[in-house]
């Protein structure tokens, strides 16, 4: 009809983004509801987390082996769930007992190595996942060794040790300097428990770095032993003893050089173990090499391991150095070794390590502080924590890196 239109007289028009608009709120709802599951379904919530955390720590707090008996709660942890869990738990539970978690090598080395048994397959992804420096490498280790049963072509040479720890790891001096001494470890299940065929296959590595920590590693190994008791080299660990400690100072005083050096370095773990963590009997102790560097890496890799023992956590960083403060660039190496183990375990300990710090004589402290901060930026640790701890020091010893 002339004039007629397609819309009835008796129909109601209603605009077509009536229609859009409720749609789109529908979409949208459905995407938070989504979202909102995926969320609580990948991340499990703090309270749970840290109900782990107390479990854990309830279990093994009366135990006089507490410290072993959170690495094996945490491997059945990790087995049971996942890396990233497992480390949420591990952040927690050193906020619970600091004392008895805050030096955590074993703990993640528990951790990633329940963690790569799952697929061996994916151990790079893993390594990528991880901190290298976090735990003093006990990250690190974990992957590696699990790679190491696992791979039967694996050989310990200058072209692994340069594809994994250079390719896979470069960038941070401390995930670097782990690898090698992992490589150690490893070098003497490689010669079937022969550590002199080890020490000299770690000479062979290119780089006085590679070399001197390989050489760490290897002699570690053969005191802690928890390779060659897994291997089957040995049926149990040999005990920390002073008669053990005096067949080892026999043993470290056959080598010369870098593995000289070695071997006494790693010897302060029996020293620190049977007397106590008292930095006085381990300078006594380490005094018995025949050489001044051996004598000085023994007391300040011993002092380094001391700090994380639960008898001076609180302890003043001057005490602990105080062996070798007539010296001071070995009284500096100690001061610095001090402050990157504790950095080193647990970004946690930056607070820790401002009071040590802060608690030296006037004339220390500027280096001190610099000593954290070096650490941190080296590591390439995430930039707002660098800055955290910059905001935490003095300003009038905050060391030009902080501007920087």
Not at 77 to 104: F, H, M, R, W
Not at 352 to 372: G, Q, V
Request: aromatic share 8%; glycine share 4%; hydrophobic share 35%.
């Amino acid at each position: 009809m002339p004039g007629s239109s397609d819309k009835s007289e008796n129909s109601i028009y209603i605009p077509r983004r009536f229609f859009i608009f409720p749609i789109m709120v529908i979409f949208l709802l459905l995407g938070f509801l989504y979202f909102k599951t995926q969320l609580f379904k990948s991340s499990p919530s703090d309270g749970k987390i840290k109900a782990e955390a107390i479990k854990i720590n309830n279990e093994c707090k009366k135990l006089t082996t507490i410290k072993s008996c959170y690495n094996e709660k945490f491997y059945k942890l990790s087995k049971n769930t996942d890396l990233d869990y497992s480390i949420e738990v591990l952040n927690t539970l050193q906020k619970i007992n600091p004392q008895a978690s805050t030096g955590c090598h074993l703990i993640a080395h528990r951790i990633t190595q329940a963690e790569t048994e799952k697929n061996p397959e994916s151990w790079k992804e893993i390594l990528q996942k991880v901190s290298p420096a976090t735990c003093t490498g006990g990250f690190l280790h974990g992957v590696l060794e699990v790679h190491a049963q696992n791979d039967p072509k694996f050989t310990i040479n200058n072209s692994t040790v340069d594809s994994i720890c250079k390719d896979l790891l470069s960038g941070t001096f401390t995930g670097e300097r782990s690898c090698y001494h992992n490589m150690g470890h490893l070098m003497l299940i490689q010669t079937d428990a022969d550590l002199n065929i080890s020490i000299d296959n770690c000479q062979k590595l290119t780089g006085s770095l590679p070399s001197y920590e390989c050489l760490s590693g290897a002699f570690m190994e053969n005191l802690t032993a928890e390779n060659l008791v897994a291997h089957g080299y040995l049926k149990e660990r040999i005990p920390w003893t002073e008669e053990r400690a005096t067949e080892i100072e026999a043993l470290c005083n056959t080598y010369e050089g870098q593995a000289a050096k070695a071997c006494w370095k790693e010897l302060s773990y029996i020293y620190t173990s049977i007397y106590k963590q008292d930095p006085k009997k381990l300078l006594d102790a380490c005094n018995k090499a025949p050489e001044k560097t051996s004598r000085d890496e023994c007391y300040v890799y011993g002092v380094g391991n001391i700090v994380n023992m639960p008898r001076v956590m609180n302890g003043n960083i001057i005490n602990l150095c105080s062996g070798v403060k007539d010296d001071k660039s070995v009284f500096d190496y100690c001061m610095r070794q001090v402050v990157w183990t504790l950095v080193t375990s647990n970004t946690n300990n930056i607070d820790r390590a401002i009071k040590l710090c802060a608690a030296a004589p006037e004339k220390y402290k500027a280096e001190c502080f610099y000593n954290i901060v070096d650490y941190l930026q080296m590591n390439k640790v995430d930039k707002s924590i660098i800055n955290s701890t910059c905001d935490k020091i003095t300003p009038s010893k905050r060391p030009d890196s902080c501007v920087a």
